[in-house]
């Protein structure tokens, strides 16, 4: 069987600036030079380490750190602003006399920006979030594998340790949650919010996706989609543009997607218009969401549930559709190897992850699942990106 085409960067001396064209163009006095060649123009000890940093994003910032590919707006946005935050807090938190440059960073910087982090009482997420950051930054300077594993810094096993597969059942009526009730309820306090939360209950749509969809123009006949003939199982499709902008096709083909597209249509003010109130922009509609949410006591504080539970319902839903069994977070048993795959790429598609182990975040773990298949070890140089600075 033929091997597909690795999405990894393949080592090479190519410039880091600019090699796919969603990125942007790069400075002009850069043109046709390496990274090498323009960090050098900034000497250690001389220029300002929070100059060097941003020369750093602006040469790396866009670019994932293992694959080829670009990573979204909002993970740049929120890269950027931790490091910077990140070297201004070694002053200001850490106790450093003066801000390191980039390059200089060490294991010290580390270690005393973790321990600012718990006396914070920041998520375990969070943290792992941050040394995430930081283990790319390490990466765009060839400081690979420079920031270790969490235990490293003192992190309990509990405290970093994160689960792949749905430990729970997260969806609504798990706990005891009557959804129509809780709905028609925000529907009479806000008819936009309650739109999005019938959209996430039948086609498992992330809370920005639902806002954002377009009730007009995003329903589309079959022909339309580009899908192969033997996947057709509705006349009318919806296009859902998700995470890392991958497009998606939801099949209306069961009176409750149909009824929460009807009821979205019958809000907006033209047939170009998105779900959200018109009154507000993006960001807004989030918050107002948020708001309304937290105001019927959709946390889990109140609940025990969020709008993502929702996405959860419907998603358990669909396994259970596909397969005739609950999934194993609600207690199924093992299926045979073929249906349970099957199964798990179709909850993974309707989702919007590429991969089909992203359906064990919802549907809990099978049997199927249970044993990797061993890859062979590649070592730390041979994974590298082409573009990345050697030291």
């Not at 998603?315 to 048993?333: K, N, S």
Request: proline share 6%.
């Amino acid at each position: 069987m033929q091997n597909k085409a690795s999405r990894r960067r393949q080592q090479g001396s190519v410039s880091p600036g600019r090699l796919l064209a969603s990125e942007p163009t790069r400075r002009q006095p850069w043109a046709n030079k390496t990274a090498q060649d323009i960090l050098a123009g900034y000497q250690p000890g001389k220029a300002p380490p929070l100059k060097v940093l941003e020369v750093l994003l602006e040469l790396f910032n866009t670019l994932h750190t293992s694959l080829e590919k670009t990573v979204s707006h909002k993970t740049r946005y929120e890269r950027a602003q931790f490091l910077r935050r990140f070297f201004r807090d070694l002053k200001a938190k850490a106790g450093f006399n003066t801000i390191p440059d980039p390059r200089n960073l060490g294991q010290k910087h580390i270690h005393a920006m973790v321990q600012v982090w718990q006396r914070e009482q920041l998520a375990p997420a969070t943290i792992q979030t941050y040394l995430s950051f930081l283990r790319g930054l390490g990466m765009w300077m060839g400081k690979h594998g420079f920031v270790r594993e969490p235990a490293h810094y003192g992190l309990s096993v509990e405290e970093y340790q994160r689960h792949e597969y749905a430990q729970r059942d997260k969806s609504w009526s798990a706990a005891g949650v009557d959804i129509d009730e809780v709905i028609e309820r925000v529907c009479a306090c806000d008819r936009y919010v309650g739109a999005s939360l019938r959209l996430i209950n039948a086609m498992g749509l992330r809370r920005k996706e639902s806002i954002q969809f377009r009730p007009f123009e995003h329903v589309l006949p079959f022909s339309e989609t580009g899908l192969p003939l033997d996947r057709k199982t509705a006349d009318r499709y919806v296009r859902i543009k998700g995470k890392g902008g991958r497009v998606r096709f939801v099949p209306l083909d069961s009176p409750a997607r149909l009824a929460a597209v009807d009821l979205a249509q019958g809000l907006v003010c033209n047939r170009d218009a998105y779900l959200g109130d018109p009154a507000n922009d993006l960001k807004q509609n989030l918050r107002r969401f948020d708001y309304v949410l937290e105001k019927f006591g959709i946390t889990f504080r109140e609940l025990g549930v969020t709008a993502h539970g929702l996405r959860h319902e419907a998603l358990i839903q669909f396994f259970g559709d596909q397969t005739g069994e609950p999934p194993p977070v609600r207690g199924g048993g093992p299926l045979p190897p073929d249906l349970d795959r099957t199964a798990r790429q179709a909850v993974s598609e309707l989702a919007g992850h590429a991969r089909i182990r992203a359906s064990g975040a919802y549907c809990g773990k099978s049997v199927v699942m249970r044993t990797k298949v061993p890859t062979p070890a590649v070592s730390a140089k041979s994974s590298n990106s082409d573009l990345l600075i050697s030291q």
